[in-house]
């Protein structure tokens, strides 16, 4: 990715940063047809693996992927189910590739790869001089108490505060992972207690910008307008589900889904992570080991149905406004802590502040990945 200082505007980069197996390649894959979608630059995104074989299909994607057996062994096949030992261990690579990211100098986003992109969300997460970024998770049981963030989307700014906090997180996660089995409850632990200590500045998102799975169960208003492309959010992540064959259909369902759906050659090669490798190195072998060139297609140029994209984004008043509402709307339901961080009462942002809420036992966990 380079120096994480871009050397022309000498603002700080961007790094995307997310974690894949063999179950879950047909996910990543259809997200890199969402930022195709928008023109996102794929080299600013990097795909932690547990198989080697793998950097070739990453790097073959566009995108830069990093493989060390120093991290640990990654499980092969997508989690069957929410807290299964599938589950548990991914977390631990959660954990340290975003500790990795900060520490090489980037500002780092981390998202699961059950997401889609409709708009770059790079402009408005900068525009909240924030410390931290999360979506918000939906659920509201005691376990994610005060901020009810989602560990599967969030925009972490690096500077000494998220540093000394996410090196805290490392140290403490494989026993307190290993114990709830849970990133989220123990990554919500450590912000609040940073937030405590040294005024860690927190900001959760609009639910209507930054839509999940929880809408799609919930929601089905907004979902409907997603679906006839009346209403586009920034992303949208379809967590609140309890298994990735649960995933495709939903993502399918909203219309999101930009993969080939029929029964074909193409469907099977782009929905398996061993028959992309087999395309890959079949059209390796047959440019004389070369990754590009001849009359073969990519696996974006295959699998990518681009009939399905939303139009190019344009930055017109409807977009302004939904930021402004969206705003406004983050202001009220967010926890922010600037207080803290300046003793002497002066706010650089609003402060805000949570109302309580009733406490809702749901039988979905925003977790679930």
């Not at 700014?157 to 123990?186: C, D, W």
């Not at 650089?348 to 966990?365: P, R, S």
């Amino acid at each position: 990715m380079g120096e994480p200082i871009d050397p022309i505007t000498g603002k700080r980069r961007h790094a995307l940063v997310m974690v894949a197996n063999d179950g879950v390649m047909d996910l990543l894959l259809n997200f890199l047809c969402s930022a195709e979608m928008i023109d996102m630059d794929l080299k600013s995104i990097v795909v932690f693996v547990g198989d080697e074989r793998y950097v070739t299909l990453i790097e073959h994607f566009g995108a830069n992927a990093m493989y060390s057996p120093s991290l640990g062994s990654m499980p092969r096949q997508a989690a069957g189910f929410y807290m299964d030992n599938t589950f548990s261990r991914m977390m631990w690579y959660k954990t340290t590739s975003v500790y990795l990211a900060l520490l090489a100098g980037f500002n780092v986003l981390f998202q699961d790869v059950d997401l889609v992109w409709l708009r770059n969300p790079y402009p408005y997460f900068m525009s909240l001089d924030q410390d931290l970024v999360f979506m918000d998770d939906g659920a509201r049981t005691p376990r994610y108490t005060p901020f009810f963030v989602n560990s599967g989307f969030y925009f972490v700014t690096h500077n000494e505060r998220t540093m000394y906090m996410f090196e805290t997180f490392l140290k403490h996660a494989p026993e307190e992972i290993g114990l709830t089995h849970s990133h989220q409850s123990v990554l919500i632990r450590h912000i609040a207690e940073s937030q405590h200590l040294f005024g860690l500045r927190v900001f959760v998102l609009d639910q209507q910008l930054f839509p999940s799975g929880q809408a799609y169960h919930e929601n089905k208003p907004l979902i409907r307008r997603i679906q006839s492309k009346e209403y586009r959010p920034y992303v949208f992540h379809m967590c609140w589900t309890d298994n990735r064959e649960n995933k495709v259909v939903y993502f399918k369902d909203v219309g999101l889904w930009y993969l080939p759906s029929s029964e074909s050659e193409d469907e099977k090669t782009c929905s398996s992570a061993s028959h992309m490798l087999a395309y890959v190195t079949a059209r390796k072998d047959a440019h004389g080991g070369k990754s590009e060139g001849g009359d073969s297609k990519s696996l974006l140029d295959l699998c990518c149905k681009r009939e399905l994209y939303w139009s190019k984004e344009e930055d017109g008043e409807e977009l302004l406004k939904q930021q402004q509402q969206g705003t406004k709307r983050d202001t009220d339901s967010s926890i922010s802590n600037t207080d803290n961080n300046n003793n002497k009462g002066k706010k650089k942002k609003e402060a805000v502040v949570v109302e309580e809420e009733e406490v809702v036992n749901k039988e979905h966990e925003g977790e679930i990945n």
